[in-house]
């Protein structure tokens, strides 16, 4: 599995917006999120979460963004066999 592509848009004292792109059967790797953040879909599609307690699929809907509170942990992976998905995640520092 590859890793999916983050690209830091902005990185100040107060706020970090990354672009993530994923190819297909990407991955971000298993990680914790250090602060609150928001996703905003650039694409519709799905994701896979591997999460602490289980995992579940996903869909985000392009525009349609969500909320979320620091410590979430998580690998977050693209299910598809054809489709990129990317998403702009803005943490609020």
Not at 13 to 32: I, L, N, S, Y
């Amino acid at each position: 599995m590859g890793a999916a592509t983050p690209t830091v848009l902005i990185d100040n004292d107060r706020v970090r917006v990354t672009e993530w792109r994923f190819k297909p059967g990407e991955a971000t790797g298993w990680h914790r999120h250090e602060y609150d953040y928001v996703v905003v879909p650039v694409t519709t599609g799905h994701l896979h979460l591997v999460e602490p307690d289980g995992e579940r699929t996903v869909q985000i809907v392009h525009g349609s963004p969500y909320y979320r509170d620091e410590g979430v942990e998580h690998d977050v992976i693209n299910p598809s066999d054809t489709d990129d998905v990317v998403f702009v995640e803005v943490e609020v520092k």
